[in-house]
């Protein structure tokens, strides 16, 4: 069964840092382009960031660019979004999400991955 799973959420303050990971289980990541997502209360699900599956591309929304870093670590099967000088509209449940013919050209929204994890909450205080 493939399986996303997402960990390192939490309850963090202004400024804090936080380090979500997505491991992935049933299938092996290094195929995949893998899209981090968020989806905050009563507002529609926005991307964060991507990483591809081939070349290393990346993207990021404009709202994280230079706070956020994706990365992968193929040995583990682990995609990671390190996150930086959070704010409180950072907060939201962070999902992330996989797809072997998406090639991560932008963040988008999300329509095209196939495979989602469950979700992960991140909250940051003021």
């Known amino acids: 069964q493939l399986q996303l799973v997402e960990s390192g959420g939490g309850l963090v303050e202004l400024g804090g840092s936080l380090t979500l990971s997505c491991a992935a289980s049933?299938?092996?990541?290094?195929?995949?382009?893998i899209g981090w997502f968020r989806q905050a209360p009563g507002k529609e699900r926005d991307g964060v960031s991507c990483?591809?599956?081939?070349?290393?591309?990346?993207n990021y929304a404009g709202s994280v660019q230079r706070r956020f870093i994706i990365s992968r670590d193929n040995a583990k099967n682990t995609v990671y979004l390190q996150m930086n000088s959070l704010r409180p509209d950072d907060t939201a449940v962070y999902y992330c999400?996989?797809?072997?013919?998406?090639?991560?050209?932008?963040?988008?929204?999300?329509?095209?991955?196939?495979?989602w994890g469950q979700g992960t909450q991140v909250t940051v205080s003021s």
């Open positions: 990483i591809s599956s081939v070349g290393g591309r990346i």
């Open positions: 999400s996989a797809d072997s013919d998406v090639r991560c050209l932008a963040v988008g929204n999300g329509v095209k991955y196939d495979y």
């Open positions: 049933g299938f092996t990541l290094e195929g995949y382009t």
